[in-house]
């Protein structure tokens, strides 16, 4: 029977199932085992009582397969994750997260809207995390030189190469930067998509190859510097990248239109291209469709795609059928039209758990 350790930082917060007896000797948090639990220096150690691990329910009545086996294949498991996606979850994430005046990256209100948001994702791995996994995750925020941080969730792999989904905290009202902007379509979907497939993941208890992150960034509507700041850090330490999946905007289905998943010819690998299309058309109940921004925009993968990583962005449908007349406005509102939907937006938390998850392979 595994017991939950729990790290509690400055910063952030690390978890780590571990054996009974470590736990009851992490109670004395002696040296030589916080050095073997790799607990960062200065960071204090809790131990979950049994009683308060018993007390956290299963997320499923079906257990998911830890493991690809003769008769579960990877693909298998990564249909048994996406069934258990919520779109009653992905409702309750984007109210919280609009219920700011702004998210404006350097206002008291954009601080506030984040450290709501890296609340929010704490409490969820508290919740969601899988007593089975002997994987960490660990939620971080990341600071810059303005008052709104990016906030980054790590599943540790076997390796340390990553797979990164990322989506856009911040949002913006063109007419005034302090004004009201709920960015819920821009880009307060996206980052609820992403959560919804980072649930789902850690619930699932599978230990994954490469290491999967999921980064929300700060500062993307005035130049996507929150991901630049990130790509920095990422770039100095030598990281290594499979893939990068930016989310920007992922609940509008036009009136009229076919729903389908925009993948994009900016800042586009060809071979996550391949891989995204492939991704849509087996695990998604919607085709995807080629698509292009003018003027060579792109989204935070910009600063992935110019420090030479491999990136791919998608988009809620084509460029000209995405929610162009509302987003940085006081419109971006999920009840202003019927088109916002949140069945469209668990498709694309169907691919980010499909991407990661096939990107970052089953630990077998
Ligand atoms: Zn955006």
Not at 50 to 68: D, G, H, N, V, W
Not at 262 to 290: H, M, Q, W
């Amino acid at each position: 029977m595994y017991q939950m350790l729990l790290f509690a930082g400055p910063s952030g917060y690390l978890f780590r199932p571990c054996l009974g007896d470590n736990a009851r000797r992490a109670a004395h948090q002696t040296p030589e085992l916080l050095q073997e639990l790799n607990v960062p220096e200065g960071q204090t150690l809790h131990v979950l009582t049994p009683e308060a691990t018993e007390q956290i329910p299963l997320p499923y009545p079906e257990a998911i397969p830890q493991q690809p086996s003769e008769r579960y294949s990877v693909r298998d498991i990564i249909r048994r994750v996406i069934n258990t996606l919520s779109e009653d979850n992905l409702r309750e994430n984007l109210d919280g997260l609009t219920s700011f005046d702004n998210r404006y990256y350097d206002s008291v209100s954009g601080r506030e809207s984040q450290r709501w948001l890296f609340e929010r994702i704490s409490n969820i791995t508290t919740k969601s995390v899988s007593h089975t996994t002997s994987s960490y995750v660990s939620v971080q925020e990341f600071e810059h030189p303005w008052l709104q941080n990016s906030i980054i969730a790590q599943i540790k792999g076997k390796t340390d190469e990553l797979v990164i989904i990322g989506a856009h905290l911040d949002s913006l009202s063109i007419s005034d930067p302090e004004g009201p902007a709920p960015g819920a379509d821009d880009d307060g979907s996206g980052v609820v998509s992403a959560l919804e497939a980072y649930r789902a993941i850690i619930s699932s208890g599978i230990e994954p190859n490469l290491s999967i992150e999921f980064h929300w960034y700060a500062a993307e509507e005035v130049g996507w510097l929150g991901s630049q700041d990130v790509v920095k850090a990422y770039t100095q330490r030598g990281a290594r990248v499979r893939g990068m999946l930016q989310f920007d905007m992922t609940a509008w289905v036009k009136n009229g239109t076919r729903e389908e998943i925009g993948i994009l010819d900016n800042c586009a690998d060809e071979g996550l291209r391949n891989l995204t299309t492939e991704f849509v058309a087996k695990y998604l109940a919607i085709p995807s469709v080629s698509t292009k921004y003018p003027l060579d925009y792109c989204s935070d993968d910009r600063a992935w795609w110019e420090a030479g990583y491999p990136t791919i962005g998608v988009l809620e449908g084509t460029f000209e059928n995405a929610n162009r007349l509302n987003i940085h406005t006081q419109n971006d509102r999920s009840d202003i039209s019927p088109e916002f939907s949140f069945s469209h937006m668990l498709e694309f938390s169907k691919l980010a758990v499909a991407f990661a998850m096939e990107l970052g392979g089953v630990a077998g």
